[in-house]
């Protein structure tokens, strides 16, 4: 069976799309939009709506990026012909992810089109070169990730903050940077150890700590699910400063 598909919407008339990332903020959504207000200019295409997802990775799907889903909504509403991006990678950063988005635009009666001329193509050529572009994005955000993994480890093997909420047990010291005991809460963590240990299960265990009047930072009794993440960080925070001679919770 065909697919049914959308009249096509008008060439002139176009819908943008911002996309920022949670691991690179190079081309940030002021810059994207000069971007794309600059080919409208140059093309004579009026942009009847902009739409933004801030802070959404380029592997994540449609169905997690409410701001494409406006977009795409609305390329049938206004009858727009184009999704206009600033350039091809704020579509996605993945190939599979990618080739979706842009089959649902054209299924819509509408093309996806980079401000910046790459890729924009519909001969045969155009199309390997979007996916030439796709594959190189992809592999972008793979380099980028093992980047960011790598820096991360390097932090947190020298006791430094990394990331906005420490670990249990811990706190940000008045460096702002580094990390130190926080008493109270490694006295819990030490009382979990403790019981599982002697064989406790994870949901005794929170019973226990919730008797005992123990609560998360939320103010709530402490779940299995944390509590299990709780003690397995403990333990390899232990092992490792243990292997390097160092203190940990006293």
Same mark, same amino acid.
């Given at each position: 069976?065909?697919? /049914?598909?959308? /009249?096509?919407? *008008? *060439? ?29 200019? /140059? ?26 889903? *406006? ?16 350039? &091809? ?17 054209? @299924? ?7 401000? +910046? ?5 519909? +001969? ?16 972008? !955000? ?14 947190? *093997? ?5 990331? /906005? ?31 599982? +240990? ?16 123990? !609560? @998360? ?17 403990? &333990? ?15």
């Amino acid at each position: 069976m065909s697919r /049914r598909r959308t /009249r096509p919407g *008008s *060439s002139h008339i176009a819908v943008a799309y911002l996309r920022v990332s949670t691991d690179e903020q190079r081309l940030g959504p002021e810059a994207q939009r000069a971007a794309i207000e600059a080919w409208a200019a /140059r093309t004579g295409t009026s942009i009847a709506a902009w739409h933004t997802d801030q802070g959404v990775s380029g592997s994540a799907d449609i169905t997690d990026r409410p701001g494409l889903v *406006s977009a795409l909504a609305e390329l049938r509403l206004l009858g727009a012909g184009v999704l206009v991006v600033a350039k &091809r990678d704020r579509v996605a950063r993945d190939m599979a992810i990618a080739c979706a988005i842009e089959r649902a635009v054209e @299924n819509l009666g509408a093309v996806v089109v980079a401000a +910046d001329g790459n890729g924009n193509g519909t +001969d045969p050529a155009g199309v390997f070169m979007r996916r030439i572009l796709d594959a190189a994005s992809e592999h972008e !955000r793979g380099i980028i990730r093992a980047r960011t993994k790598a820096a991360l480890a390097v932090k947190a *093997s020298r006791g430094e903050r990394v990331s /906005r909420r420490p670990p249990w047990g811990w706190r940000v010291g008045p460096d702002g940077v580094h990390l130190e005991v926080e008493p109270r809460e490694a006295a819990v963590v030490l009382a979990a150890l403790e019981l599982s +240990d002697a064989g406790r299960s994870y949901r005794a265990i929170a019973a226990e700590l919730a008797a005992a009047g123990h !609560r @998360n930072r939320l103010g709530r009794p402490i779940g299995v699910t944390e509590l299990h993440k709780m003690i397995a960080r403990a &333990r390899g925070t232990i092992e490792e400063k243990n292997a390097n001679g160092r203190e940990c919770f006293g």
